[in-house]
């Protein structure tokens, strides 16, 4: 696998492979290897759960059934929306958090690239969270990990996932009084370190904040790229 790849040696040679080319993505040392393909893994298993969670909230007979319950209320109109809905919410319960734990775990594997590319701690001291500490010298990356820690996207991605891993899972929740009712599946409210987070719908976490993920990715590959660059200047000028 390792010779298919390219090393950077120019700003336009992005790295070969879709799912990180599509965040333009580049690297100039091995050492990334490990953790590029594992960025490759994450990113493709957040497409996957992704387009499970909206088949089961695109379901075509849901919609149906629940209006022929709400204007019949008999035992065959009950149990035919329970045989859809039961199923349909283990899956959503399963394919909304795999999507959000794929999507949270790229920030710490980023981190790992940045790492092994520009700072080259120890890999067990590298976390998304903390490593801006260690780039003084390249201070507008260090200004993108900031931004995107600060965001409220991320803040909630970031609590939501150590809530559900550390302390209880949050609930999901519907009316089947509302219009829609895959519009208005939600995930209930919850607080974690002093901060409340509304709830919040599931249409909105698989469209709008994995949208948003992939565009900070986009962000933290273009800064990563520009420190890159000055690396190889650096390593150019000493080597003369």
């Not at 492979?17 to 957040?46: C, F, N, Q, V």
């Not at 497409?47 to 008999?74: A, G, M, V």
Request: hydrophobic residues 40%; charged residues 25%.
């Amino acid at each position: 696998m390792k010779n298919s790849f390219k090393l950077l040696v120019t700003p336009d040679e992005p790295f070969p492979m879709p799912p990180l080319r599509e965040i333009g993505t580049h690297y100039i040392t091995d050492k990334s290897m490990p953790h590029l393909e594992a960025l490759i893994t994450l990113r493709r298993r957040a497409i996957y759960h992704q387009k499970r969670l909206n088949n089961c909230l695109d379901d075509p007979l849901i919609e149906t059934l629940k209006h022929n319950l709400l204007r019949n209320f008999d035992a065959e109109s009950i149990s035919a929306y329970w045989d859809r809905m039961f199923p349909l919410m283990e899956i959503i319960d399963a394919e909304l958090i795999a999507m959000m734990q794929a999507l949270h775990s790229q920030y710490d594997v980023f981190a790992q690239v940045i790492n092994a590319e520009i700072i080259n701690l120890s890999p067990n001291d590298v976390y998304y969270k903390k490593i801006n500490k260690q780039l003084t010298e390249f201070p507008d990356l260090k200004l993108v990990i900031e931004n995107i820690k600060g965001h409220e996207h991320f803040r909630y991605l970031d609590d939501l996932i150590n809530t559900n891993k550390h302390i209880f899972t949050p609930r999901i929740e519907f009316d089947i009084n509302g219009i829609y009712l895959m519009d208005d599946i939600s995930i209930e409210s919850f607080d974690r370190n002093n901060t409340s987070h509304a709830e919040t719908k599931i249409r909105f976490m698989s469209h709008e904040l994995k949208s948003w993920v992939d565009s900070s990715l986009k962000r933290l590959s273009v800064s990563l790229k520009s420190c890159q660059i000055t690396v190889l200047e650096q390593k150019k000028n000493n080597s003369n």
